[in-house]
């Protein structure tokens, strides 16, 4: 019976309780700059062509942006090697924190955190591929706060209720 009153008891939302305050942080800093944790690698598979392939996270504006950009780069020689070589020349390979200036003038959507965003060019001589989808990060932090506030929440009743058995 004690072993059944253990299992009964309600452990804190730890995970929770430390990511809400990082996500408010986080927030608050979107409205100042923009921060970047982007992955830069080369895709060579074809063997006339090779892309500049840009992966990662941003916020900015109370959102947190995943973004995909794609640069197709032309060699002159017909060697994808050479492609690989002149993409490791213009853009740094790997990961990088990235940090911008706000955009000037965001729409009103943009200004609450929510974003869709996708551009491309198709001409073959500067083929560019780029799309960002950005989510609230007031929705994330939110959702974060339902745990820690259930358990608050029940902790208060349980007290209530102890405090009405003891009159």
């Known amino acids: 019976m004690a072993r059944m009153s253990a299992l009964l ?4 939302p730890w995970g929770s309780a430390i990511l809400l ?3 408010i942080a986080l927030a ?3 409205m100042v700059c923009r921060d970047a944790l982007e992955w830069t690698g080369v895709d060579a598979d074809d063997a006339d062509s090779a892309a500049i392939v840009t992966s990662g996270v941003a916020t900015s504006r109370l959102g947190v942006s995943f973004v995909r950009r794609q640069e197709l780069l032309h060699p002159t020689d017909r060697n994808a090697s050479s492609a690989a070589a002149r993409a490791v020349e213009a853009a740094p390979l790997g990961m990088r924190w990235n940090t911008q200036p706000l955009p000037e003038h965001p729409t009103l959507l943009r200004r609450l955190g929510i974003g869709w965003e996708r551009e491309v060019h198709d001409e073959r001589a500067s083929y560019r591929d780029r799309f960002e989808l950005t989510l609230p990060l007031w929705l994330l932090a939110g959702v974060f706060a339902i745990s820690p506030a259930h358990f608050l929440l029940a902790r208060r009743r ?4 102890a405090a009405r058995a003891d009159r």
């Not at 008891?9 to 804190?12: D, I, L, S």
């Open 28 to 30: 608050a800093r979107s």
């Open 21 to 23: 305050p990082a996500i």
């Open 9 to 12: 008891v309600k452990r804190p």
């Open 158 to 161: 349980e007290r209530a209720t």
